[in-house]
């Protein structure tokens, strides 16, 4: 499984540092997100700083953009990194699309009734959509017991986050991204790292003959 980080976006100079310690770690890959920051100028820096990181949008806004100009921006870091830009894509929620990027919205969530279902989740779904919309924010999270928050996500400690990730996502997923630091964390022990990046994956990399 791949072990991929969080770019610095704030300041592009702290970029080609960040990048290159990451790279130099044994990290696979890097990623950015459309927060306050633009996702693909940090990418671009990156792209010519590094030498094997796979770059990703982790995500890039898809309904303030039309097609072509995400087409252009991609190409040219796929260009520029020789094959290893990954292109994210996501809605944001109607209050970042309508009044941050005024763009008309269009709500994606009916789409996750099927996933609910499949888990047999309907009524907690029902719930907590109910609960939305009428305001008692605060209250959801009792909602959500500690059974359905394992069904989605990996949850341990340190020894047993490694375990928890191949139990839940082994064979399913390919990477497990690092959020909320940049570079090389001293904060996340090398041994979890290997750990992590033992799982078996069926993933074996992208093609990067140009």
């Known amino acids: ?92 929620v109607r209050a970042h699309n309508e009044n941050r990027f005024s763009v008309p919205w269009s709500a994606p969530a009916p789409a996750y009734w099927p996933v609910l279902d499949v888990h047999g989740l309907q009524e907690l779904g029902r719930k907590l959509n109910v609960m939305s919309k009428a305001g008692p924010w605060d209250k959801m999270a009792a909602e959500i017991s500690d059974d359905v928050v394992r069904r989605f996500a990996a949850v341990g400690t340190h020894r047993q986050l490694a375990g928890a990730i191949a139990e839940r996502f082994g064979g399913v997923t390919d990477s497990v991204t690092l959020s909320g630091g940049y570079g090389v964390r001293q904060a996340i022990p090398p041994d979890l790292v290997q750990d992590i990046r033992r799982i078996p994956s069926a993933f074996v990399g992208f093609d990067t003959r140009w």
């Open 1 to 92: 499984m791949r072990f991929l980080s969080t770019l610095p976006q704030d300041d592009l100079a702290e970029v080609p540092p960040a990048a290159r310690a990451a790279e130099a770690a044994g990290y696979d890959g890097l990623v950015t997100s459309e927060n306050k920051n633009d996702p693909f100028l940090a990418l671009g820096v990156a792209a010519v700083s590094t030498s094997r990181l796979a770059l990703h949008t982790g995500i890039a806004i898809a309904f303030s953009r039309s097609p072509m100009p995400v087409a252009n921006a991609s190409w040219d870091l796929q260009v520029a990194s020789r094959g290893r830009f990954v292109l994210g894509l996501g809605s944001q």
